[in-house]
């Protein structure tokens, strides 16, 4: 069983930044692949970013260029760089952790993120 907990949300004005944290208790955090989703009201569950267990990223095409992925084995820890927010980046962001290409996947709780004046 893996645990993750996010942190790092809140309210921004849009065009501010956020910075989004995971960290996993995996013993083997390095081979798995980490993604970040999120979930507006009414909406479904969508893919923000991904990187691979050898550092290969991928985003959705509405956050290229101002999101960041990126991980820290050592510290079992995943983040999300979120510059130039817009009102509708607002959702909840949950992190995910997948291994053996779906056979192990587990969720954080989720952090809320609201961009809004």
């Known amino acids: 069983q893996v645990q993750l907990v996010e942190s790092g949300g809140g309210l921004v004005q849009p065009g501010g930044s956020l910075r989004l944290s995971c960290a996993a208790s995996?013993?083997?955090?390095?081979?798995?692949?980490m993604g970040w989703y999120r979930q507006a009201p009414g909406k479904q569950r969508e893919l923000v970013a991904l990187i691979t267990s050898g550092g290969r990223t991928n985003y959705a095409d509405s956050v290229k260029g101002r999101f960041t992925i990126s991980r820290d084995n050592p510290k079992n820890t995943v983040f999300l760089q979120m510059n130039s927010l817009k009102p509708e980046d607002t959702a909840v962001y949950y992190c995910n952790a997948d291994r053996d290409s779906g056979s192990y996947v587990y969720w954080g709780q989720g952090t809320q993120v609201t961009v809004s004046s």
């Open positions: 995996a013993r083997l955090f390095a081979i798995y692949a």
